[in-house]
């Protein structure tokens, strides 16, 4: 029996559950990618639906997937177009009789499955699915996901009383040869200019692939002993090690969840276990939950009413969501991660829910729009935390609290006391004095005048009277 796998967002070897499956069925076991350009599509906001650097990163993940398969006597086919055409036509030319792949929630993801399932269906072939995206598998939950507990806590209370997280799967690759294996496309092929700058003030230079999934894990638990600190350091915006970054890998599934687990077990035996220790799994958790809230909510994960249904009222001033974008709201903190995302494709988590909150609570501009913007650029771009986290921010998904505000000078002070981190994405404000740098855009007019001159730099005017923040 011959089986195609289409690998999705699970590029890895290691516990894959599709792999192991069709490995334990198949005689022949055809790998297969597939870059769809609604992927790379221009949305009506003006930017793509994937930009550069996310494409880049995937690129990069598919490449090394190919190399790792290779090594093991496989190979992995590529190709251009939509799923649901290309895998019924490799499904007849091999004689494969069913098609494997992991099980996606959202609404792209399912309709194309269910485009191709019919098409598979008429020359009498089907489609498998395999549920590996969590850390918790689905059908151990302690109850059906019409059930799901709105709030976090309340899942988390349950699910580690009553769930154990399922072993990882261990495959063995049977050998696969073809010709016609297909290139692995360029920037270029997809749309993109072929060469990326190279931002070398990012916190790490990221590397597409399970290969440098698995390093960065080695790194930060055993060779860095990271972990240990994981809780107090979090929070932090500047530099590689405040935080895993393993969010970056786990997107698109070079990184599988329960292998972190697994890991983060052996460090509590050989090393210590605390509450730093716990910390890394409960952000597991969470990334759980809401793939599990996008399924039980399906659609409305992705309007401005939000799970909740819930009018807020937000305005589409397409100048004023652009100078957010481009770092030019004249707040020196949303600025800065603002052009930390878009020179590098990533931002601290502190970062997100600063500048998620500065959109929508202060600005009162679109979090859709917001939300579009993160899936552009994002390298650990997650369609399911990325909306559900956006949800939360806006005050239309899953936080039990009314009305969570953040006040940004606040959040500055606290998270970047010494302007270390604003005065490195911001180098025009290298020479202000660190009990000043948060003031920047906090000044009436004149004294703005009097202080852009005095640093040479017209900084912008901020675009919300934000006295209101001194007075909290």
């Given at each position: 029996?011959?089986?195609?796998?289409?690998?999705?967002n699970?590029?890895r070897?290691h516990?894959?559950?599709?792999l192991?499956?069709?490995?334990?069925?198949?005689?022949?076991?055809?790998?297969?990618?597939?870059?769809?350009?609604?992927?790379?599509?221009?949305?009506?906001?003006g930017?793509r639906?994937t930009?550069?650097?996310?494409?880049?990163?995937?690129?990069?993940?598919?490449?090394?997937?190919?190399?790792?398969?290779?090594?093991?006597?496989?190979?992995?086919?590529?190709?251009?177009?939509?799923?649901?055409?290309?895998?019924?036509?490799?499904?007849?030319?091999?004689?494969?009789?069913?098609?494997?792949?992991?099980?996606?929630v959202?609404?792209?993801?399912?309709?194309?499955?269910?485009?191709?399932?019919?098409?598979?269906?008429?020359?009498?072939?089907?489609?498998?699915?395999?549920?590996?995206?969590?850390?918790?598998?689905?059908?151990?939950?302690?109850?059906?996901?019409?059930?799901?507990p709105?709030?976090?806590?309340?899942?988390?209370?349950?699910?580690?009383?009553?769930?154990?997280?399922?072993a990882?799967?261990?495959?063995?690759?049977?050998?696969?040869?073809?010709?016609?294996?297909?290139k692995?496309?360029?920037?270029?092929?997809l749309?993109?200019?072929?060469?990326l700058?190279?931002?070398?003030?990012?916190?790490?230079?990221?590397?597409?692939?399970?290969?440098?999934?698995l390093?960065r894990?080695?790194?930060?638990?055993?060779?860095?002993?990271?972990?240990?600190?994981?809780?107090?350091?979090?929070?932090?915006?500047l530099?590689?090690?405040?935080?895993?970054?393993?969010?970056?890998?786990?997107?698109?599934?070079?990184l599988?969840?329960?292998?972190i687990?697994?890991?983060?077990?052996?460090?509590?035996?050989?090393?210590?276990?605390?509450?730093?220790?716990?910390?890394?799994?409960?952000?597991?958790?969470?990334?759980?939950?809401?793939r599990?809230?996008?399924?039980?909510?399906?659609?409305?994960?992705?309007?401005?009413?939000?799970?909740q249904?819930?009018?807020?009222?937000?305005?589409?001033?397409?100048?004023?969501?652009?100078?957010?974008?481009?770092?030019?709201?004249?707040?020196?903190?949303?600025?800065?991660?603002?052009?930390?995302?878009?020179?590098?494709g990533?931002?601290?988590?502190?970062?997100r829910?600063?500048?998620?909150?500065f959109l929508?609570?202060?600005?009162?501009?679109?979090?859709?729009w917001?939300?579009?913007?993160?899936?552009?650029?994002?390298?650990?771009?997650?369609?399911?935390?990325?909306?559900?986290?956006w949800?939360?921010?806006?005050?239309?998904?899953?936080?039990?609290?009314?009305?969570?505000?953040?006040?940004?000078?606040?959040?500055?002070?606290?998270?970047?006391?010494?302007?270390?981190?604003?005065?490195?994405?911001l180098?025009?404000?290298?020479?202000?004095?660190?009990?000043?740098?948060?003031?920047?855009?906090?000044?009436?007019?004149?004294?703005?005048?009097?202080?852009?001159?005095?640093?040479?730099?017209d900084?912008?005017?901020?675009?919300?009277?934000?006295?209101?923040?001194?007075k909290?």
């Amino acid at each position: 029996m011959k089986i195609i796998i289409w690998f999705r967002n699970d590029l890895r070897l290691h516990d894959n559950e599709v792999l192991y499956k069709a490995n334990q069925k198949a005689s022949t076991v055809i790998p297969v990618y597939i870059f769809d350009p609604r992927n790379f599509k221009k949305l009506d906001l003006g930017f793509r639906k994937t930009e550069s650097r996310r494409a880049s990163f995937l690129i990069e993940s598919v490449a090394d997937l190919r190399n790792n398969l290779q090594k093991s006597g496989s190979n992995l086919i590529v190709k251009i177009g939509k799923p649901e055409d290309i895998l019924p036509a490799l499904a007849e030319e091999f004689g494969a009789n069913e098609v494997y792949t992991s099980e996606e929630v959202t609404y792209e993801e399912t309709n194309v499955d269910q485009k191709l399932e019919e098409n598979l269906k008429s020359t009498g072939k089907k489609i498998v699915f395999h549920w590996q995206s969590t850390l918790y598998h689905i059908d151990d939950l302690p109850f059906e996901i019409r059930n799901l507990p709105d709030v976090f806590t309340q899942f988390r209370n349950k699910i580690e009383k009553s769930t154990k997280v399922r072993a990882i799967f261990k495959s063995e690759i049977l050998p696969f040869e073809t010709e016609n294996i297909g290139k692995i496309p360029s920037m270029k092929d997809l749309g993109f200019e072929e060469n990326l700058s190279i931002e070398t003030r990012g916190v790490l230079d990221f590397k597409g692939g399970e290969t440098a999934g698995l390093q960065r894990l080695q790194d930060y638990l055993w060779n860095q002993d990271l972990l240990k600190t994981y809780k107090e350091t979090r929070n932090e915006m500047l530099g590689a090690d405040y935080s895993s970054k393993f969010s970056v890998w786990l997107a698109n599934g070079c990184l599988s969840p329960r292998m972190i687990y697994e890991e983060i077990l052996r460090y509590e035996t050989e090393r210590v276990k605390n509450d730093s220790t716990y910390w890394l799994v409960f952000e597991l958790i969470w990334r759980d939950y809401f793939r599990f809230v996008a399924l039980k909510f399906g659609n409305s994960l992705f309007f401005s009413e939000g799970i909740q249904g819930k009018n807020v009222g937000f305005q589409h001033h397409q100048r004023i969501f652009q100078q957010w974008i481009d770092g030019e709201t004249g707040i020196p903190l949303i600025d800065a991660n603002m052009k930390e995302l878009q020179l590098t494709g990533f931002m601290s988590n502190r970062g997100r829910q600063n500048v998620a909150s500065f959109l929508v609570k202060d600005l009162n501009i679109d979090w859709v729009w917001g939300a579009a913007w993160f899936e552009s650029q994002l390298l650990d771009y997650d369609v399911c935390s990325n909306w559900g986290n956006w949800n939360y921010v806006a005050g239309v998904g899953n936080d039990p609290r009314e009305n969570r505000y953040f006040n940004i000078h606040t959040q500055a002070t606290r998270y970047d006391a010494q302007g270390n981190y604003v005065k490195h994405w911001l180098p025009e404000l290298s020479d202000v004095p660190a009990e000043k740098i948060h003031l920047v855009g906090l000044l009436t007019n004149e004294e703005q005048k009097r202080f852009s001159v005095r640093i040479g730099v017209d900084y912008p005017k901020p675009l919300v009277n934000v006295q209101k923040w001194l007075k909290k």
